[in-house]
């Protein structure tokens, strides 16, 4: 059972453009919400997180909204690069005694055309 | 820093063979991890090891082994590779299990299991 859908599995945007990616959980006990950029050929790498007591995270032009009644996060780029050119992957946790798993989206695959 | 360090990069094995995928941090983190990644699958954790001295199963743990060497050390194991272990493979670390705490990847081990 999946329980971080994230969607969609590949996005292409215009440099400047706005790219957006989404996902939803099922489990309401996760409770730190992390987003990871992955460059073909190497580790992914954390790029910004959120925790659920706040609906926005801003870090320079990458921005995470939260929606706890609906259960879904979003990332948002904006002013679009091609050096954002990467796979994301949305993730989410259950903090506390012994829990160690980071439950992974399948990813997405961006590509920011000049 | 070296920072999380991954060998080998690749490795190619007929099925039956076994081998172990070594992976060493420099960061003095108390945490260590293995992962692996398949198209269209996302970043699943095998093994586990919350501090020196323990391991434990994560999501996808048949048909792996770990040994938590020391603090720096921890090391994958394939008995008995089989072809649904063709993967990349991940090893990741952090500070330890903290609310919020950063996941530090490798670079990747490419296993092709024939």
């Known amino acids: 059972q999946q329980q971080v859908k994230q969607s969609p599995q590949s996005l292409i945007v215009q440099k400047g453009g706005i790219s957006i990616i989404n996902c939803a959980y099922e489990?309401?006990?996760?409770?730190?919400f992390p987003w990871y950029q992955q460059f073909p050929g190497k580790g992914p790498a954390l790029l910004i997180a959120?925790?659920?007591?706040?609906s926005e995270k801003k870090e320079g032009r990458f921005t995470i909204s939260f929606n706890k009644s609906a259960k879904q996060f979003s990332l948002h780029i904006m002013d679009s690069q091609p050096g954002d050119s990467a796979t994301y992957f949305c993730?989410?946790?259950?903090?506390?005694?012994?829990?160690?798993?980071?439950?992974f989206g399948k990813g997405t695959k961006l590509s920011v055309i000049p | 820093n070296a920072g999380v360090t991954q060998t080998p990069k690749f490795q190619v094995l007929k099925t039956g063979q076994s081998m172990t995928l070594q992976c060493a941090q420099d960061?003095?983190?108390?945490?260590m991890y293995w992962y692996r990644q398949d198209p269209g699958m996302g970043l699943r954790l095998i093994y586990y090891s919350a501090s020196e001295g323990t391991t434990d199963k994560g999501e996808v743990p048949n048909g792996y082994n770990v040994s938590r060497l020391n603090k720096r050390e921890f090391s994958l194991r394939l008995e008995s590779a089989a072809p649904s272990q063709t993967s990349v493979y991940f090893c990741a670390s952090s500070e330890g299990h903290r609310r919020g705490e950063k996941l530090f990847f490798g670079s990747g081990t490419q296993l092709s299991v024939l």
């Open positions: 960061m003095n983190h108390n945490s």
């Open positions: 489990n309401t006990a996760f409770d730190y």
């Open positions: 959120i925790r659920p007591d706040v």
């Open positions: 993730a989410a946790r259950i903090t506390g005694a012994g829990s160690y798993q980071l439950t």
